[in-house]
């Protein structure tokens, strides 16, 4: 194990490899297998690294292909890594090591999904690669590599002493700022140099494990794409006018219909009908294919998009205008705080547990904001447009989350309200019912079923007035209307299609209060930690739009079929609220116990928020990466800056390096 001194040393110099090289267009590299010897550095020990790459990939799935080379030629090391990857068709779970051995630089490129953290992958390089190479050692400095991303992936050494992990996150943090300048400058440079997706070749080659993971991967990713491009967009819209931005509604609205396409499978995939294994390979191919054409159609109108923004050249005006919006905040966030308090007090717990926390998201948003948009201003005196148009978009969707959490506490305030009005006639209603039921199903051959039916329906609505203490007025009316739903099926046999569909009608008003609130709250939570939230919850979100959707078009015209898609859309959103939340308290463990208040602040909560994508201090949330089958604690890191109207050009790779 190196020293700390040496392995700041060797951060640091990862940290000043991120200054501008060269300018001109990277020469692509096709490598030719795992090792790719262009400087005569392996000599007859090709065979040892090629058994470390075999061993890595065997355990964990990854993919390592070293480049040995004289020099860069004059070209960016980053560039160079990035775009040879690119070209080469590497995949997500892919890392390129490159080593110059004349130049002495070194450095790798990884995509944006890549299983290890920027901090696991810094800590490789400084403990395995670089003493290694600084002695000339080329081939153990691959095999160390191979053998420090399996104990890596492994968790195995990965906690370090607690001084390393502080001195590691400071050192990081100095570099952020030059880091997000660069991003800005090079995002659309080489835009093909975005995380890549297995062609279709390559992905008959996968494991059906690895297939659904890069599934999950760009189900997540494309639909933060979608959700920043839309928030982009309405800036925009709001701006120039429907007619400058129509380009860019069809083109969101094609990658919209993509990405629900293939959430609608990814819920069949999750349902609990098995799918054979080919059948299985075949949706989770046809999601892959969705989603890479999906991002094409925003890719291809990033750069008019951008042209027609141009915040650099107008960044004093949309400071002024951002401030303004702003200074409007702190009295709005103080009556949603007031409001939720009343809510909390009035009713149960659960009835306010998605906006628990959106006064303090809307303050840490804020907050950051200001920060950035200070950092604007100053920007603008030193005539640096590029820097100040990147702090102002962070700064624009910061401010949009701040305004979106206050109006969701606002608007759960009234559709409780609402719903706790509405609550004791609900109950009267289905009491009735149940005894009408239990009335007709005595004098009917076969009533047992029915009257087993009007029987639970009363003890709900029993168990409901019952209730000590405050309610969630929601969820009761939810329960009651799920045990109502059930008599009335039972009833279909004893009753007329006529009567059904008057019962239906006069259910499916409240059944489609509570879908709509709650689908509305988690459609709010997720777009305000969508940098945590995975595809579970993003899944049943969708799959709950389209069932609310279906329900409200039949709504007046055939009310008995929109009840049970009512019915379902709220199940699923209910499901989705669950899995969201778990997925963001996994991202926040194990220094975030759940007891409310803001857990993160500054560019800590924009990374929750989704307003830079990923960690700038080497992955965030304990370091949790993508496994086979969803998401598991912690977060993804992709490329250190603010989202931006496009797809998966629009978001970058990760790398570092530096000289030995």
Do not use: C
């Amino acid at each position: 194990m190196r020293s700390v001194r040496t392995s700041l040393a060797v951060l640091a110099a990862a940290a000043l490899a991120l200054v501008p090289g060269p300018a001109s267009a990277a020469a692509p590299l096709l490598l030719s297998g795992p090792v790719t010897d262009r400087a005569g550095a392996v000599g007859d020990r090709e065979d040892d690294v090629l058994a470390a790459i075999g061993d890595l990939e065997e355990d964990t799935g990854m993919g390592l292909y070293v480049a040995y080379i004289d020099d860069f030629g004059g070209y960016d090391p980053q560039d160079w890594a990035d775009t040879t990857a690119v070209d080469s068709d590497l995949g997500t779970d892919d890392l390129l090591l490159a080593v110059a051995i004349d130049e002495r630089r070194y450095t790798w490129s990884v995509a944006a999904g890549f299983p290890l953290t920027d901090s696991q992958l810094n800590r490789v390089a400084a403990d395995r690669i670089a003493p290694e190479l600084a002695d000339g050692n080329w081939v153990e400095a691959a095999i160390g590599a191979a053998e420090g991303y399996r104990a890596a992936y492994r968790g195995e050494g990965a906690s370090g002493g607690s001084s390393f992990v502080w001195i590691l996150v400071l050192l990081l943090a100095a570099a952020a700022a030059i880091g997000l300048y660069l991003w800005f400058r090079n995002r659309r440079r080489g835009g093909g140099a975005a995380a890549p997706v297995p062609s279709p070749a390559k992905r008959q080659k996968m494991t059906t494990e690895r297939l659904n993971a890069e599934a999950n991967r760009l189900l997540v990713e494309t639909d933060d794409a979608i959700r920043t491009s839309e928030q982009e967009l309405g800036f925009a819209e709001a701006e120039f006018g429907a007619e400058h931005t129509a380009a860019f509604t069809a083109a969101l609205a094609a990658a919209r219909t993509g990405l629900t396409e293939s959430f609608k499978i990814r819920q069949e995939l999750d349902d609990d009908v098995p799918e054979t294994e080919p059948q299985r390979r075949q949706m989770l191919s046809a999601i892959v294919d969705r989603l890479v054409e999906a991002n094409r159609e925003l890719d291809a109108k990033a750069d008019d998009f951008d042209r027609l923004r141009d915040l650099g050249r107008r960044a004093p005006e949309a400071v002024a205008a951002l401030k303004e919006r702003g200074g409007a905040l702190p009295p709005r966030i103080a009556e949603a705080r007031a409001a939720l308090t009343s809510l909390q007090d009035r009713y149960a717990e659960s009835a306010s547990a998605t906006v628990r926390d959106f006064p303090d998201t809307a303050e840490d948003r804020l907050r950051f904001a200001q920060t950035s948009l200070n950092g604007a201003d100053q920007a603008v005196a030193a005539d640096d447009r590029g820097r100040a148009a990147l702090l102002l978009r962070a700064a624009e969707e910061a401010t949009a989350q701040a305004e979106q959490a206050v109006d969701a506490v606002a608007r759960r305030s009234g559709e409780l309200d609402a719903a706790a009005a509405q609550l004791g006639a609900v109950l009267d209603e289905a009491e009735a019912n149940a005894g009408e039921a239990g009335r007709a199903a005595a004098g009917a051959p076969d009533g047992e079923a029915v009257a087993a039916q009007a029987a639970h329906l009363e003890a709900v609505v029993a168990e409901v007035r019952a209730a000590e203490g405050p309610v969630d007025p929601l969820a009761a009316t939810a329960r009651v209307e799920r045990a109502a739903a059930e008599l009335d099926r039972g009833l279909e046999a004893l009753r007329g299609a006529v009567a059904g569909a008057r019962r239906a009608r006069a259910q499916l008003d409240q059944v489609l209060l509570s879908a709509r609130s709650t689908t509305a709250a988690v459609e709010d939570y997720v777009n305000t930690n969508r940098g945590a939230v995975g595809p579970e919850a993003r899944t049943r979100l969708n799959e709950a739009r389209i069932q609310l959707d279906r329900a409200l078009a039949l709504q007046e015209d055939d009310p008995a079929r929109a009840l049970p898609l009512a019915q379902r859309a709220d199940e699923l959103a209910n499901a989705a609220a669950a899995a969201a939340q778990q997925d963001v308290q996994g991202y926040l463990a194990p220094t975030y116990t759940g007891g409310g208040g803001s857990p993160l602040g500054g560019s800590a909560g924009a990374m929750l928020g989704g307003i830079l994508l990923g960690g700038m201090f080497g992955g965030g949330g304990g370091g949790g990466a993508y496994r086979p089958g969803g998401f598991a604690g912690g977060g993804r890191r992709r490329s250190a800056g603010p989202g931006s109207f496009g797809g998966s050009a629009t978001r970058g790779r990760r790398g570092g390096g530096g000289r030995f």
